[in-house]
C-alpha cells in the first residue's frame, strides 16, 4: 500500500494547488497541524480533532521532531470504507477508495509546504508513511495514524 499511496501523491504533487492569492478568494479555515514521534498534534499543542466542519481548509505543517523527517499525507476515505479496511487491501484495490487531499513533508524542526483542501462529508485520515530505514516499519505502524470525521450540517 505505501508504494501506491506514495505514487498517487507524487501525481497529485503536479495537480493538488498549495494556494491561491486571488483577490476575493473566501477565507479558509486555517489550521496546523505538528508532526512528532509517533503522532499528530495541532501545533497549539492540542489533539488532532476527531471531527472537523465542513469546509475550505489551508493546512500547514510542522515537524516537531528533532531527529526524524515526517510528512503528513491526508486522504479522503471512500464508498465507506474503514481504515482497517484499506490497510489489508492491495495497492491496486486502494486507490479507488481513497482520493488524496493534501500532503506535505519536512526535515526535523521545519516546516513543510501548506496545502488546501475542501472538506466535505465523509470519513478522512491523516498518516505519516515514512520509515526510519530500509525495510523498517512506516511511521503509521508506529502511531502516527489518525482518522476525522466531517459531518454534514446541523
Not at 498549495?18 to 492540542?46: C, K, N, W
Not at 489489508?88 to 488524496?100: F, G, N
Not at 498518516?127 to 454534514?152: E, Q, T, W, Y
Amino acid at each position: 500500500m505505501r508504494k501506491r499511496i506514495v505514487s498517487v501523491v507524487a501525481v497529485a504533487c503536479l495537480v493538488v494547488p498549495a494556494g491561491s492569492a486571488l483577490a476575493g478568494e473566501p477565507e479558509r479555515t486555517r489550521v496546523g497541524i505538528q508532526a512528532m514521534d509517533y503522532h499528530f498534534m495541532l501545533q497549539d499543542g492540542s489533539d488532532f480533532p476527531t471531527d472537523l466542519a465542513r469546509g475550505k481548509y489551508r493546512f500547514r505543517f510542522h515537524n516537531g521532531s528533532e531527529e526524524r523527517l515526517h510528512e503528513v499525507v491526508m486522504f479522503k476515505l471512500r464508498h465507506g470504507k474503514t481504515l482497517k479496511q484499506l490497510l489489508s487491501m492491495s495497492d491496486k484495490r486502494v486507490e479507488r477508495h481513497i482520493r488524496l487531499m493534501g500532503f506535505s513533508f519536512a526535515e526535523p524542526g521545519e516546516d513543510g509546504k501548506a496545502f488546501n483542501a475542501k472538506l466535505i462529508r465523509g470519513r478522512y485520515a491523516v498518516l505519516c508513511f515514512v520509515s526510519n530505514k530500509r525495510g523498517s516499519k512506516p511511521h503509521f505502524l508506529k502511531g502516527m495514524i489518525h482518522r476525522f470525521d466531517v459531518a454534514r450540517p446541523s
